[in-house]
Nanobody, 129 residues
Framework: QVRLVESGGDSVESGGSLRLSCAAS????????MGWFRQAPGKEREGVAS???????????NYADSVKGRFTISQDNAKNTLYLQMTDLRPEDTAMYYC???????????????????WGQGTQVTVSS
């Protein structure tokens, strides 16, 4: 079983920055792949960024085109925490942001919500123009 708790969401102006955190606990093998997803009202949930632990000291990150160069995903294994640093925020980034995890080291479908097995409750990010 995996528990994921997001925090850090807030209301900011366009061009601002935020850092989201996701505290993870539970079976480590179920958390080898982790990602951030978002869902805006009336829209489907979409992948934002993912990180896959390929070995003890290496990981591979993947980003949606809409956030490349602005968002950075990282993890602190000692703290069991996943982060999403968001810069140059835009009104279209407004959404509920979710942390998710899945087992395995595959990079396939890394940004596909349906491929993830465990989810947090979400944290709201609102960007005003």
């Amino acid at each position: 079983q995996v528990r994921l708790v997001e925090s850090g969401g807030d209301s900011v102006e366009s061009g601002g920055s935020l850092r989201l955190s996701c505290a993870a606990s539970g079976d480590r093998y179920r958390r080898e792949n982790m990602g951030w997803f978002r869902q805006a009202p009336g829209k489907e949930r979409e992948g934002v960024a993912s990180i896959t632990s390929t070995s003890r000291d290496r990981s591979i990150s993947n980003y949606a085109d809409s956030v490349k160069g602005r968002f950075t995903i990282s993890q602190d294994n000692a703290k069991n925490t996943l982060y999403l640093q968001m810069t140059d925020l835009r009104p279209e980034d407004t959404a509920m942001y979710y942390c998710a995890a899945r087992p395995g080291m595959s990079l396939r479908q890394a940004l596909e919500p349906d491929s993830y097995t465990d989810w947090g409750q979400g944290t709201q990010v609102t960007v005003s123009s």
